[in-house]
């Protein structure tokens, strides 16, 4: 038994190479993606082995973009608190602030399609801060307005202008610092709720898509994830072992979040809606 467990393994791991050298040919033969589907090739790891990291990653595990590339870093585009900052310091140190921290941090995200992203919608809009609770006249503001009449931090608002997109990145403070993708537009879920303080997050609206301007160009780093589909609900039980990947806090301040330097993985287990709805 042990030889046909053997045999089993050898096949699988020759299939899996044969897999992964055909759509790295299908991949430098055709730009337009016309030699594979999305749905027949999302969700593969073109490489399953991480380069060698040359940082030591504190209170996490290291991973790298090979590992998750559907992986997204979403960051708000020049906020006005860090512009104002910037404006009071040397031109040649402000550059060599924005170098030293590397790409921002707002939110995570998942390439579900060349064009497309999932996000939450709480990294999108919001209505409260770490103190207080977004209030009239700004919680009816859209974000155009909130741009012009500068609501307060509890009050977020984003459009697409203000979200940098970016993709295969394992080390957010190497350099040279990654091309950012641009937002076209952003789609709520239509059941969040904008006026509520929290609105109504644990009702599982929390959900947002975005809309690149242009196509990605799929790699070993950078690689759309299979959306669920019906078929799929009886492999999300109660206690199912999952991983999360992510530029996840590492510390907080009583000014800031510290987030990971390198991508980390972490391993998680479903809960039930019940238990998520009580925390």
Same mark, same amino acid.
């Given at each position: 038994?042990?030889?046909v467990?053997?045999?089993a ?7 899996d190479?044969?897999?992964?050298t055909? $759509? ?10 016309? $030699?594979?589907?999305?749905?027949? *090739?999302?969700?593969?790891l ?19 973009? &090979? ?16 512009r &104002? ?8 140190l ?5 170098a030293? #921290? ?5 939110c ?8 497309? !992203?999932?996000?939450?919608? %709480?990294? =999108? ?6 103190v207080r ?8 503001? #859209? ?44 789609f $709520? %879920? ?6 509520s303080?929290l609105?109504n =997050?644990?009702?599982g %609206?929390?959900l *947002? ?10 790699s070993?780093?950078?690689?759309p ?10 492999? !999300? #039980?109660?206690?199912?072992?999952? &991983? ?5 806090v ?10 990971? &330097?390198?991508?980390?993985k972490?391993?998680? %287990? ?7 709805? $009580?925390v």
């Amino acid at each position: 038994s042990s030889c046909v467990r053997t045999v089993a393994h050898q096949s699988r791991a020759r299939m899996d190479i044969l897999v992964r050298t055909f $759509l790295l040919f299908s991949l430098v033969c055709s730009s337009s993606s016309d $030699l594979i589907t999305l749905d027949s *090739a999302c969700g593969v790891l073109l490489q399953d082995t991480c380069p060698e990291l040359q940082k030591f990653v504190v209170a996490g595990v290291p991973s790298c973009a &090979e590992k998750a590339p559907w992986n997204v870093i979403l960051e708000r585009r020049g906020g006005r608190r860090k512009r &104002e900052a910037e404006m009071m310091m040397p031109d040649n140190l402000a550059r060599r602030r924005r170098a030293a #921290t590397g790409v921002g941090i707002l939110c995570g995200g998942t390439l579900i399609s060349s064009k497309y !992203v999932v996000t939450a919608a %709480h990294c =999108i809009w919001a209505n409260k801060g770490r103190v207080r609770t977004c209030r009239e006249p700004f919680l009816s503001m #859209t974000p155009e307005e909130c741009s012009q009449n500068r609501c307060p931090a509890e009050c977020l608002r984003l459009g697409p202008q203000d979200i940098n997109v970016y993709l295969g990145v394992t080390d957010r403070t190497s350099q040279p610092r990654p091309r950012a993708a641009r937002v076209r537009t952003i789609f $709520l %879920h239509p059941n969040w709720d904008k006026k509520s303080p929290l609105n109504n =997050i644990t009702s599982g %609206h929390d959900l *947002a898509v975005l809309e690149l301007v242009k196509p990605v160009t799929f790699s070993t780093t950078v690689w759309p994830i299979c959306l669920p589909a019906s078929s799929d609900r009886p492999l !999300v #039980t109660e206690d199912t072992r999952v &991983e999360a990947f992510g530029f996840g806090v590492r510390e907080i301040t009583d000014n800031e979040r510290i987030y990971a &330097e390198i991508i980390n993985k972490a391993t998680l %287990h479903i809960s039930n809606q019940r238990e998520c709805r $009580l925390v």
